[in-house]
């Protein structure tokens, strides 16, 4: 399935007075990787315009997430995103934070997909969930 690479560093705001990255940190890193994925896969639908578009929102559902090791202040990080299921309801992303080759942290996240109004759980839009399942060439 699909594998994306966002580049970052680490930032004041993302750390604590000694310069070590702060819990959350880790939990914003990942999300921006994936914003950044589903941008990049279907430029039209990002998160914005899949809601004003179709009224759909995608939603964390669960976050399972190891810490492995501490990231610092001004180092560069990647955050190594792979699609690893794809349903009609959901997707789950596996993500790796790494300085170069230490893995930092390791995330396996559902997305799901609501109503915008009604908050109810609706299928993938076809084109997101096309997208999400075309192997990369």
């Known amino acids: 399935m699909r594998t994306f690479r966002l580049d970052d560093r680490v930032y004041l705001s993302d750390t604590d007075a000694g310069g070590i990255a702060y819990h959350k940190s880790y ?5 921006h990787a994936r914003a950044e994925l589903f ?11 899949l809601a004003d578009g179709s009224g759909v929102l ?20 990647t955050v190594v ?9 959901h997707c789950i992303i596996s ?3 790494m300085r170069g080759e230490d893995l930092l942290s390791d995330l396996k996240v559902k997305e799901a997909f609501i109503d915008r109004n009604t908050k109810r759980p609706v299928q993938m ?9 075309e192997e990369e060439g």
Do not use: C, Y
């Not at 839009?125 to 399942?133: D, E, G, S, T």
């Open 58 to 77: 995608n939603v964390v559902k669960s976050i399972d997430i190891h810490f492995r090791m501490p990231a610092h202040l001004d180092e560069d990080i």
């Open 125 to 133: 839009p076809q084109r997101l969930r096309a997208a999400l399942l």
């Open 81 to 89: 995103s792979e699609v690893t299921k794809v349903g009609r309801f």
């Open 27 to 31: 939990f914003n890193w990942a999300e």
């Open 95 to 97: 993500q790796k934070v």
């Open 39 to 49: 941008k990049e896969l279907v430029p039209d639908h990002s998160q914005s315009r």
